[in-house]
């Protein structure tokens, strides 16, 4: 089983070119243009043992908006293009993950129903030339390509920096077990017969 997705997007505002391999060993190649984004993207492939390729040119003379959110639509496609028909998988993942004093929650279901609950407040605007508000656009961008419920909650805060890589941590966790193939699923796990 290939479970690859590929994505390439193209506006006036971002190109973006993305392969996801959910049955990788961590190896990311990535490029934003932003090193604090590269960094989460870095962890998030090397923590759910995905192997991620992201080339983005952005629009970074206007800010880091359309770069990140339109970074979360591409990989929300790819991953989805991974899953295919979803058999066999568990379906769902939960983690609570530490990142120093940060503790976060995150729980997803790859239901095909696209939901996003995010409670993580930051006290600084920026880490790096990152935009804290981002983070949040970023996952809604993911659930919404994926048709994906994810729940993020930060449950002890902390250094902000530690807070986000905590959540992309998490998450790459999450999805990870979320994803996993489980012999006993002989379809999907539903009990409508389709995600």
């Given at each position: 089983m290939n479970r690859v997705g590929t994505y390439?997007?193209?506006t006036n505002e971002?190109?973006?070119?993305?392969?996801?391999n959910i049955d990788?060993?961590?190896?990311?190649?990535?490029?934003?243009?932003i090193g604090f984004f590269d960094?989460?993207?870095?962890?998030?492939?090397?923590?759910?043992l995905f192997d991620l390729d992201v080339k983005v040119k952005g629009d970074l003379?206007?800010?880091?908006?359309?770069?990140?959110?339109d970074t979360g639509?591409?990989?929300?496609?790819?991953?989805?293009?991974?899953l295919g028909d979803k058999k066999s998988i568990k379906r769902y993942g939960s983690v609570i993950?530490?990142?120093?004093?940060?503790?976060?929650?995150?729980?997803?279901?790859?239901?095909?129903?696209?939901?996003?609950?995010?409670?993580?407040?930051?006290?600084?605007?920026?880490?790096?030339?990152?935009?804290t508000e981002m983070v949040k656009e970023f996952f809604h961008a993911i659930a919404y390509a994926v048709g994906m419920n994810l729940h993020i909650k930060m449950l002890e805060s902390g250094n902000n920096h530690h807070m986000i890589e905590g959540i992309f941590k998490a998450f790459s966790k999450s999805l990870?077990?979320?994803?996993?193939?489980?012999?006993?699923i002989e379809d999907v796990l539903s009990t409508k017969g389709s995600l």
């Amino acid at each position: 089983m290939n479970r690859v997705g590929t994505y390439s997007r193209k506006t006036n505002e971002t190109q973006i070119d993305i392969t996801f391999n959910i049955d990788g060993k961590g190896k990311a190649n990535i490029d934003t243009g932003i090193g604090f984004f590269d960094h989460m993207l870095n962890n998030f492939a090397r923590h759910g043992l995905f192997d991620l390729d992201v080339k983005v040119k952005g629009d970074l003379f206007v800010d880091c908006h359309h770069t990140i959110e339109d970074t979360g639509i591409a990989l929300g496609i790819a991953i989805k293009q991974a899953l295919g028909d979803k058999k066999s998988i568990k379906r769902y993942g939960s983690v609570i993950l530490p990142m120093d004093e940060s503790l976060v929650l995150c729980s997803l279901d790859l239901s095909g129903r696209p939901y996003l609950n995010f409670d993580a407040e930051f006290t600084v605007d920026k880490v790096g030339e990152f935009d804290t508000e981002m983070v949040k656009e970023f996952f809604h961008a993911i659930a919404y390509a994926v048709g994906m419920n994810l729940h993020i909650k930060m449950l002890e805060s902390g250094n902000n920096h530690h807070m986000i890589e905590g959540i992309f941590k998490a998450f790459s966790k999450s999805l990870d077990n979320a994803t996993m193939i489980d012999e006993r699923i002989e379809d999907v796990l539903s009990t409508k017969g389709s995600l």
